[in-house]
C-alpha cells in the first residue's frame, strides 16, 4: 500500500533552517508528483510545494517562495523540504502528499514549531 513517513520536525528559533524528510512506499515513486503541505491549529491544510516526477520543476507556495526548497531522489524513494529563514508563521504540522491511481495519499505528519 502506498505509505508515507515524514521526519525532521523539530522547535527552531525564528530565523533558523529545518530539513524535512518524507519516505515513501508502495507505488512507482519517480512517476508521481509529490507535494508538501502543512496545517496550523485551526487553519487550512495549505499547499507549500510540489516536486515533479523527475524533479526538475518545483512550485510553492506564496509564503514561502525564496525560503524554502523542495527536492527528490528517486534512488531513494524520498523527498526533501530544506526550510530556511523560518518564521513564527512556519508553525504547523507538515505532510506529505500524493494523488497516485485516483486516491490522495498522505503521511502522519511532523510537527515544526518556530519559538524563541
Known amino acids: 500500500q502506498v505509505q508515507f513517513v515524514e521526519s525532521g520536525g523539530d522547535l527552531v528559533q525564528p530565523g533558523g533552517s529545518l530539513r524535512l524528510s518524507c519516505a515513501a512506499s508502495?507505488?512507482?515513486?519517480?512517476?508521481?508528483?509529490i507535494n508538501w503541505f502543512r496545517q496550523a491549529p485551526g487553519n487550512q491544510r495549505d499547499l507549500v510545494a510540489t516536486?515533479?516526477?523527475?524533479?526538475?520543476?518545483?512550485n510553492y507556495g506564496d509564503s514561502v517562495k525564496g525560503r524554502f526548497a523542495a527536492s527528490r531522489d528517486n534512488t531513494k524513494n524520498t523527498v526533501y523540504l530544506q526550510m530556511n529563514s523560518l518564521k513564527p508563521a512556519d508553525t504547523a504540522v507538515y505532510y506529505c502528499?500524493?494523488?497516485?491511481?485516483?486516491?490522495?495519499?498522505w503521511g502522519q505528519g511532523t510537527q515544526v514549531t518556530v519559538s524563541s
Open positions: 502528499h500524493a494523488y497516485v491511481r485516483g486516491n490522495d495519499y
Open positions: 508502495g507505488f512507482a515513486f519517480s512517476s508521481y508528483a
Open positions: 516536486v515533479a516526477p523527475g524533479g526538475g520543476s518545483t
